[in-house]
């Protein structure tokens, strides 16, 4: 990722947010805080009644509706996170089969640790992930105080010891994120660190704004996956 490729909001906000006081790194967390459940409670009336909409089809389809995975939370606290279903059963299997005969996509699981085609996906999962629909759920998280309207990436456990960086541990994970609104696919893992690191270093609420207005651009194009 050269500095072509970056999100410009990565220098929306000044470096050094560690170097500011405790008692003014409280009161930011504290504020962010309120504004993750502020927005939580005002997404409610539209997100819950789309989620249950979802989850209806996904049910008609024959699937199930939700599905949960373990993630890393702040310092390392284990959460389960919650997700529309937009996989096929057994998925593990199917990605373990598809990657032991295809050598390419191999490759690109072991730096990127997401495919760009994907074999796990249904075709009604692959529309909820191209407007970020199947992430919906997650406003429960954010709401149990797990993860943040905006922060790094959730990351598996199994994830952790490939990890480039201790940032992401400082802060809570996010609905999204530098990540979410960069170059997603084009990103490899050991690049996920540094944005995750830039964030830790950078944040501020000019920098949380910004990232949630190109996320709604990111939802309104249609570039999820």
Not at 89 to 108: F, H, I, M, W
């Amino acid at each position: 990722m050269n500095q072509h490729d970056e999100p410009a909001v990565l220098h929306a906000a000044p470096a050094g947010f560690y170097e500011l006081q405790r008692g003014e790194r409280f009161a930011y967390f504290a504020a962010k805080r309120v504004i993750d459940v502020a927005v939580v409670v005002a997404a409610a009336p539209v997100a819950v009644p789309l989620v249950m909409l979802c989850a209806g089809l996904l049910r008609l389809s024959g699937g199930k509706a939700f599905y949960t995975q373990k993630r890393l939370g702040k310092r390392g606290r284990e959460f389960t996170m919650w997700k529309l279903q937009t996989m096929v059963p057994d998925a593990d299997k199917v990605l373990d089969r598809y990657l032991s005969t295809n050598p390419e996509a191999k490759r690109e699981w072991d730096e990127n640790q997401k495919l760009t085609r994907d074999p796990r996906i249904t075709p009604l999962g692959r529309y909820l992930r191209k407007y970020s629909i199947d992430e919906l759920p997650q406003l429960f998280n954010v709401f149990r105080g797990e993860m943040s309207i905006v922060g790094p990436r959730p990351m598996f456990p199994s994830q952790s010891a490939q990890y480039p960086s201790r940032a992401y541990f400082n802060v809570k994970p996010g609905l999204t994120g530098l990540w979410q609104i960069g170059i997603r696919n084009g990103c490899s893992f050991v690049q996920r660190g540094v944005l995750d690191t830039r964030y830790a270093n950078t944040m501020s609420f000019s920098t949380d704004l910004l990232i949630m207005l190109r996320t709604l651009a990111v939802v309104v194009r249609g570039t999820g996956l």
